[in-house]
């Protein structure tokens, strides 16, 4: 279910995870993306209730992630297709499986990502497009972008100041984060 505070919250990955961040959404996602594209097939595959299955289907139609395709008028039916936006999401769900394989899996990986010819197993990886290196936390962290909100400014220096060992400060984001629903 969509959570209306986080989609309009500053944080980029608060945003994401308002919008699919219910795990019946990822789910759904999923499957899109093995192939299902039908109601039933949807239904079927999760065994999630209908009346949840269509609420979730219409969120991800209504944030663009998946368009409605008719496919019959008599009786009118539907198909779910994957858009542009949907069909970027693939590296996140990716992701997961292979996090949920190497911690969640003690039996053995449910799912792999191979590559199609070979049937080669394959493992994700995150990287620097321009220039081939793996993102690692010693060499790549998050910052502040251009357009980052007085609240994203404010946790940065905080936490810039609590490496450094400061230690005595409060994290007080009452006051920034006030301010940022007032920019809007």
């Keep these: 279910m969509k959570n209306e505070p986080l989609c309009t919250a500053p944080c980029p990955i608060a945003r994401s995870l308002g919008r699919i961040g219910d795990s019946w959404s990822m789910i759904i996602l999923r499957d899109a993306f093995a192939g299902f594209t039908r109601f039933d097939e949807f239904q079927k595959s999760t065994n999630i209730a209908p009346n949840i299955l269509s609420r979730r289907l219409k969120e991800l139609v209504d944030d663009g992630l998946l368009e409605k395709v008719s496919y019959s008028s008599t009786p009118p039916r539907y198909e779910y297709h994957l858009t542009q936006l949907g069909r970027d999401f693939r590296p996140v769900l ?55 909100s007085p609240m994203i400014l404010y946790r940065q220096d905080y936490l810039q100041r609590k490496r450094a060992g400061d230690n005595a400060q409060k994290f007080v984001p009452q006051h920034y984060a006030s301010r940022d629903h007032d920019a809007e």
């Design 94 to 148: 990716l992701a997961l499986a292979e996090w949920g394989n190497s911690y969640f899996s003690p039996e053995g990986a449910q799912i792999q990502l191979v590559e199609r010819e070979t049937q080669r197993p394959v493992q994700t990886m995150l990287v620097d497009k321009a220039t081939g290196e793996p993102i690692t936390p010693e060499k790549y962290t998050l910052a502040p972008g251009p357009a980052a």
